[in-house]
């Protein structure tokens, strides 16, 4: 029988998992999909040479092996309670939500209360397997760069608020510091990747720097780690998502393969 998956969020990494899905990429049936835009919902299903239905959160939820959020952090509450309190496995793309520790210690509890699981994609970013392998000793310091177009950066609560003008950039400029609780109520939609490496870290303090570059084409990560272990450092240059150049196809393409390693029986990486 293969993986059921149920989506919810039909955007631009919900329209990559769905595609991988319809086309074989990913041995599993999609079994439903949800959003809050029915009209989004529907155009994937036509996308797709397999059908599968639109349905709500509770109907989707009993139809799915696998509930996979890819919709806003706002959304994770929610999603994350319906489908764990079913015994339902559950990815997190939209991971800043678990910045609110409350939230996350009660998703964990959930998890283990009913046998299930929670996974969380490497997303946008290199360099989750070196720091989850130094976890295990002491780690000294984490700091994430990410360098946007004003395009990935508009519309966010940070920008708006400090009415910082994008357009009047001339270069690399320096918009935010701060902690990754901080960057991702700053920034919901560009810097999730700072809370997955908070957890991952062991909720170790993360400082993130956002710059925003007129001049740069691509969504930049950059990652330093010092520890016990010695020190890395890894930079990807992603690839913005044409339907959202907030996010990088890369972040779509880690979903994929987290949902291909619960169905391989050969699991390569720490
Ligand atoms: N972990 C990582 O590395 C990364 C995480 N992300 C995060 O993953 C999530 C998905 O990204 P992406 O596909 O690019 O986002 P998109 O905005 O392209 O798509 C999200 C879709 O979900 C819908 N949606 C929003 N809230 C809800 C809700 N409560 N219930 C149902 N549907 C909802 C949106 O509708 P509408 O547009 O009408 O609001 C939209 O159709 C985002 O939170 C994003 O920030 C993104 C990149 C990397
Ligand atoms: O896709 C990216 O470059 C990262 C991103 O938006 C996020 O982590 O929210």
């Given at each position: 029988m293969p993986l059921k998956v149920g989506l919810v969020g039909c955007g631009a990494i919900g329209a990559e998992i769905a595609k991988a899905i319809d086309s074989g990429v990913?041995?599993?049936?999609?079994i439903a999909v949800c959003d809050h835009n029915p009209q989004t919902a529907l155009a994937l299903i036509e996308s797709l040479q397999h059908k599968t239905k639109k349905a709500d959160l509770a109907e989707l939820v009993r139809l799915s092996d696998v509930v996979v959020e890819a919709a806003s952090q706002k959304a994770v509450p929610a999603v994350a309670r319906a489908a764990l309190a079913a015994g339902k496995r559950l990815m997190i793309m939209?991971?800043?939500?678990?910045?609110d520790m409350d939230l996350f210690r009660e998703i964990k509890s959930l998890a283990k209360s009913h046998c299930s699981q929670v996974y969380i994609p490497s997303?946008?970013?290199?360099g989750l397997d070196a720091l989850k392998s130094a976890r295990a000793g002491r780690i000294e310091r984490v700091t994430l760069t990410t360098t946007k177009n004003p395009s990935g950066l508009r519309g966010a609560p940070y920008i708006m608020e400090n009415r910082i003008?994008?357009?009047?950039?001339s270069g690399p400029t320096q918009i935010f510091s701060g902690s990754a609780i901080e960057a991702v109520r700053a920034f919901p939609a560009n810097v999730n990747v700072a809370a997955t490496l908070y957890l991952a870290a062991g909720e170790k303090e993360v400082l993130v720097k956002v710059f925003a570059d007129p001049n740069i084409r691509v969504n930049r990560h950059e990652i330093e780690v010092e520890g016990d272990f010695g020190r890395f450092f890894t930079r990807v240059e992603n690839v913005p998502s044409?339907?959202?150049?907030?996010?990088?196809?890369l972040a779509a393409l880690s979903a994929i393969s987290t949902l291909r390693s619960i169905v391989e029986p050969i699991k390569i990486g720490t």
């Open positions: 990913v041995d599993a049936e999609l939209s991971v800043g939500a678990l910045a997303g946008a970013i290199s003008d994008l357009d009047s950039l044409p339907r959202n150049p907030k996010t990088s196809y």
